[in-house]
């Protein structure tokens, strides 16, 4: 054993090793990882085994808006866990209700289904709308439209609903009934929706697919053809909701509200939790053994849930994120690089298009202390806790102005 004290933290100089030794020989090889281990994280940073620290842009893939350690959720944690964990949604708990009033109480939802993922929630969804039509014997109308470049999730259904032959083709036969149309192309959207459609599922702002608004009249014209044609609206809201927009819903700025809108990520801020918000005119269409989950909606990770959505749910909160990511947004386009092609985004929700692969500038950010992730082969995308600030922005600008230069040549 190689132990040595790195401010204060005990450092194993072998645990690294060890550990991507134990990695590579027991854990499904799904993921590509760097050679580092992550052992701790305070505010925005995170620390490997050796001691390094990297200013982290990633947040667990746009999950862990509180950052790390952050005190109130330790409480909460702490607390929620001296009382019930788990008790199945056979009864009655008192922190599932008063979440679900919470969230409702905040958005178009009259009511809410807890799920333990964002692909799960999207499962609900599928399954929701079909109910919907189902229960009003209208049981032909079984097409989804979903978009080019979704990503909806990685289980049958929503991977179906996830128009990438990468991700899809290996597993066929998938769900049938799906029709893409062209992300933010009305025409395409207004043919693709017909009598046929149950619903329509869209990401107000898409993150696998590369950091894509939809305009507001996309959004706005989904809604019109949804209406005219007795489709649902479903907004996938697991990456851009919660806030990281800088408004709670991503969808708001365009005034457009779903019939079902699909959460997980930031809403438990690390801890595993999903969830379909739905109006009365939906829910009232599922009834008891329609769906269900053994673990979602549990009192412990609902109450831990309920701190972090009264946290980011606060005007002031909110404000910060879009103060930050405006910052954020300013910075990057100032960079002088002839690699840069687009900034876009919104709030903490920033892409970053370059003229070339992303990865090698990514694995160049291990070295220079940054935790940095991408959406596509030209997009970095930057989707940071969402107490980040200002000085943590100039952190990441000085190093990413190095590492464009060295990549590609800065422009003097
Ligand atoms: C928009 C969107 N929907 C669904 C998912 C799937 O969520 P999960 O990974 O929690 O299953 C993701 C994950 O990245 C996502 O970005």
Redesign the pocket.
């Known amino acids: 054993m190689s132990i040595t004290e790195r401010m204060g933290h005990v450092i194993d100089l072998n645990l690294t090793d060890e550990i991507i030794g134990l990695e590579n020989a027991h854990i499904v090889q799904s993921y590509k990882r760097p050679p580092f281990v992550l052992v701790r994280g305070e505010g925005v940073t995170v620390y490997d085994a050796e001691g390094k620290a990297y200013l982290d842009w990633v947040a667990g893939?746009?999950v862990n808006a509180l950052g790390y350690a952050e005190p109130g959720m330790v409480n909460a944690i702490q607390t929620a866990a001296s009382g019930l964990l788990h008790t199945s949604n056979l009864y009655y708990t008192e922190a599932q209700a008063r979440l679900a009033a919470a969230i409702c109480e905040k958005s178009f939802a009259d009511r809410v289904f807890f799920t333990?993922?964002?692909?799960?929630?999207?499962e609900g969804a599928i399954k929701f709308v079909r109910k919907y039509h189902y229960d009003r014997g209208d049981s032909e109308r079984k097409e989804i439209v979903c978009f080019s470049g979704?990503?909806?999730?990685?289980?049958l259904g929503?991977l179906s609903l996830t128009p990438k032959e990468k991700y899809q083709k290996p597993f066929s036969p998938l769900m049938p009934g799906v029709v893409v149309a062209e992300y933010n192309d009305i025409a395409s959207a207004d043919a693709a929706i017909t009598e046929r459609t149950a619903a329509v599922i869209a990401?107000p702002i898409?993150?696998?697919g590369g950091i894509n608004p939809a305009t507001d009249a996309f959004l706005q014209a989904l809604r019109r053809f949804c209406d005219e044609r007795g489709a649902l609206l479903i907004f996938?809201?697991?990456?851009?909701g919660m806030g990281r927009t800088g408004t709670l819903w991503s969808s708001e700025p365009s005034g457009v509200t779903p019939d079902v809108q699909?959460l997980?990520?930031a809403l438990g801020a690390g801890m595993?939790i999903?969830a379909i918000l739905t109006t009365n005119a939906v829910a009232d269409h599922i009834h008891p053994g329609d769906h269900g989950t053994t673990y979602a909606g549990g009192p412990f990770i609902t109450s831990v849930a309920h701190y972090v959505f009264d946290r980011i749910s606060q005007p002031e909160f909110m404000a910060h994120v879009r103060e930050v990511g405006d910052y954020l947004k300013e910075r990057l386009q100032e960079i002088n690089s002839p690699l840069i092609k687009e900034v876009r985004g919104r709030g903490l929700m920033v892409g970053l298009e370059l003229t070339v692969d992303v990865a090698p500038v990514i694995e160049a950010g291990y070295q220079h202390g940054l935790l940095m992730v991408n959406a596509g082969p030209s997009v970095i995308r930057f989707v940071p806790p969402l107490i980040v600030e200002k000085q943590h922005v100039d952190v990441l600008i000085e190093r990413l102005t190095d590492i464009l230069a060295a990549t590609g040549g800065a422009r003097s």
């Open positions: 893939i746009a333990n993922s964002g692909t799960e929630a999207n979704a990503f909806h999730g990685r289980t929503s990401e898409q993150g696998e996938d809201e697991v990456q851009a699909v997980a990520k595993p999903g």
